[in-house]
């Protein structure tokens, strides 16, 4: 990938101005947007357990599984997941990106965020259930991570 930067430079002659064009090679991928797809691969993920969260809590009651069903069970979990993806964004420094703290850090927003929402509506938040998403959420997000760590450490032998 090629780009051209053009500066305005003056001629030492008389005074008047001349552009100078000058041909780049872009890298294919700086660091920051490394940074940003690793960020939104690892939101995805997130998002993806939350899914699994909210079918495998449905499925456990017998209620249907349909994509609307499944939604409408996770919307609040998404929405607090969002904002724990918003701190860090907004405090990029608080934990180490995609460590094991970074997992515990949105699973703590996704349940409180998640928890508060569903009291906003009316939807359940009994003592168990909170409990039980505690442990799942615990489970799921920073689990993926240590999973990932482990399978990149065996990959590097």
Request: glycine letters at 12%; one cysteine or more; aromatic letters at 6%.
């Amino acid at each position: 990938m090629h780009y051209l930067d053009i500066k305005i430079l003056a001629d030492c002659d008389d005074g008047a101005m001349v552009p100078s064009l000058t041909r780049h090679t872009a890298e294919p991928a700086t660091a920051v947007t490394r940074t940003r797809l690793a960020a939104l691969w690892r939101a995805g993920v997130d998002a993806a357990a939350v899914l699994v969260f909210a079918a495998t809590g449905r499925a456990s009651h017998a209620e249907a599984l349909s994509p609307g069903g499944v939604l409408a069970t996770a919307g609040p979990f998404l929405v607090g997941l969002g904002l724990g993806w918003g701190l860090l964004r907004w405090r990029p420094d608080l934990v180490p990106a995609g460590s094991l703290r970074e997992g515990v850090l949105l699973a703590g927003t996704t349940l409180i965020g998640g928890m508060a929402l569903r009291a906003l509506l009316g939807a359940g938040t009994a003592p168990a259930f909170v409990v039980v998403a505690a442990v799942v959420l615990l489970a799921l997000l920073p689990g993926w991570r240590l999973l990932a760590r482990l399978a990149t450490r065996l990959r590097r032998r």
